[in-house]
């Protein structure tokens, strides 16, 4: 399994930034996908989620209407759609993938995740 983040970068307060999740090495279809985030000095936090299946998603309460996860499964790449970035989204962004029963609802613990990519880190300036 590997999955690999790209996309982060520096951006003003109020813009916007795209960040992919390339996976490869599984069967990337029958895998829900979550974005984690970890700001300096703070825990990992669980950021967005997308299903399998219905393609439903979860998004955090810090993030929700702001945020927007999605996947193209042809591609095997998932998406984060970050709009309205404030300085407190800097962080780096890591996306993940478990045990292929698992169905996103209403909390990512991380320990439901075992596969992580290599974080992007994304900067929120004021």
């Known amino acids: 399994v590997q999955l690999q983040a790209s996309g982060g970068g520096l951006v003003q307060a109020g813009g916007a930034l795209r960040l992919s999740c390339a996976a490869s090495?599984?069967?990337?279809?029958?895998?829900?996908i979550a974005w984690f985030r970890q700001a300096p000095g703070k825990e990992r936090e669980g950021v967005s989620c997308i299903n399998r299946s219905d393609g439903s998603t979860y998004h955090a309460d810090s993030v929700k209407g702001r945020f927007t996860i999605s996947r193209d499964n042809g591609k095997k790449t998932a998406y984060l759609q970050m709009d309205s970035l404030k300085p407190e989204d800097t962080a780096v962004y890591y996306c993940?993938?478990?045990?292929?029963?698992?169905?996103?609802?209403?909390?990512?613990?991380?320990?439901?995740?075992?596969?992580w990519g290599r974080g992007t880190l994304v900067t929120v300036s004021s």
């Open positions: 993940a993938t478990g045990d292929p029963m698992y169905y996103c609802s209403d909390y990512l613990d991380e320990r439901d995740f075992n596969s």
């Open positions: 090495g599984f069967a990337f279809d029958y895998y829900a």
